[in-house]
């Protein structure tokens, strides 16, 4: 932006006083500055300066020395106060002089200025030389007057200049705030750039790293293709092998189809056969078991022929009353199915019955008890003891049952297993299974098909081998808990477990049903040996009515009669399906080897001999 010219401050200017007379000393430098302004002199101004040399006017009066720029003027010395040059003018004028004629400096030719000092009297040459003056003064006013005029009009430009000049500046100005805000804008702009900018350098890291990612990708999709390509050919091997190995499967599941209908075949002849074999063995059986005696050692009068482990002899001594004639021995015979000594393990006994237990399976009702004197070892036949080797028929047919039932599953068959436990004691039932108060309500019924049920009786469904030995521990329980309340109670009463079995072949489309029945019988004292009274009279009473019905039962099925008293006794009418034509019955007689207990050993061999006579008819199994 031009800079105006500046109007020079008083200060600048001399003062009237600096440059009065006083001080005429002043003059010289101001002309000294006019010779040294490089601007050119304007004619009208350079007349003014009068010649170099001092004016005698000037320098009694204070000449006014101004400096003036722009208008191309030096300093104006100016001589004559202004009072004195209208004067001047006004007598020229008067004179009829003319100031612009007169304007051409005329140098007199005495008494001019600068011209030799004009004699006092020479009062023609000293007005010629104020008229030369005047002229000289008027000359100057009018360059003043011209001058001044042209400072007016640079004056107006200049505020015409400076009017613009501040409407520019306005305008200026304007732009400046507008620049600003632009500037503000663009400084927002800036830092959103900035903001950008580190964005960008966030997303090229994010970038660079996915980049990196990808390239790794690349190369894991490069060497999966490649796994890609070899499992395809492994597949498409496979799948050759596949359809070579299905139609083999194919060809093997014929064969399986035809193995499983020989193997049908075969386990129906075997169950066949191994009913023939228990027919000819005949359907009920006895077994004699002596217990050994109690200080060990062999009973004289008991003899068992070792031939063929199916005779036993009871040997008795007869006195001689009168002492003449020698003491005589009577034998008494009895031959069974088999007769196990004292020496007899537990598994011996078991191997003879296991096959009995199979027919069970294979849907044939089954049972199987001990009979004998009080002591005998009816229960240790049938339970056994707690230790492996001496568990008894119970244990271990539950144990073979479940194997041979697991086994059979391997041809089709599955099974469903319900366990009982009841006792009778004076004729009346009790749920062995169940631990509350004795329950009431149990009776024998006979449905409609000849199944006999007890009603309100525990029956649980058992799945394993243990079990079935936890309900008979519970039994057991029970068992000794009536016993405490009634001393030996458990040798008055009959004890009958039952295992009812379901079988079915689903895909051969075949049912099986059978009860295994193993009963624990009371013993069969006689009333005169022990001298029964009171509740045990009623006890012996109850175990002889039902034994001796037992007996009575056995015999009428032997007989072919047309009735068979089964509900003569409760253990009869339990046993009902057991003992019926349609089982396979084993009767164990337990022998005491005391002497003491001859009687009723005898008695108990003579019972057994009459069941073992029997000949029940062919058992049938309940098939589907
Ligand atoms: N074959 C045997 N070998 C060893 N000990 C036996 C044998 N038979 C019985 N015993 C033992 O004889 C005792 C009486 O046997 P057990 O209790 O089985 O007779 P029981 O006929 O059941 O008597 P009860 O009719 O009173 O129940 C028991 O201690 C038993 O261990």
Redesign the pocket.
Known sequence: MSRLPIRPSKRDLPTSSSSSSENGQDFAPAQKKIRKDPEPVKPHAAATIIGGRRNPVAATRAPISRPVRGVGAATVAVGPSRGVLKQSIASTAAKGGNVKQTAAPTCPKTGGVGGPKRQAWDLKGKFSDMEGKVRNYQTKVKATNQENEALKETMVQSQSRVVEMEKTLARQKSQISEYEAELQALSGVRDELEMVSSDKSTLEKELSNLESKHKVMETVRDSQEIELQTLKKTLARLQVTVRDQEEEVCSLKDTVVQQKDELHAGEMDRRRLHNDIQELKGNIRVFC?V??LVEGGLSKHIQLAASDNKTITLAKTEESHTGKTADTQKNYNFNFDRVFG?Q?LQQEVFEEISLLVQSALDGYNVCCFAY?Q????????MEG?ECDESRGVIPRAVKQIFRAAEKLGAKGWEFTFTASFVEIYNETLQDLLYSGKARKGLEIRKSTNNEVTITNLTYERVCNEDQVLGLIMLANRNRSTAQTAQN?R??RSHSVFQLDIEGVNVGRDVKCKSTLCLV?L??SERMLKSQSQGERFKEMTAINGSLSNLGIVITALANKESHVPYRNSKLTYLLQGCLGGNSKTLMFV?IAPEPDSFGETLNSLRFASKVNDCVIGTANANRK
């Open positions: 078991r217990r050994p004292p007899s004998g009080t002591g005998s070892g009816k229960t240790y036949t003891d030996d458990s040798s624990d009371a013993g337990n």
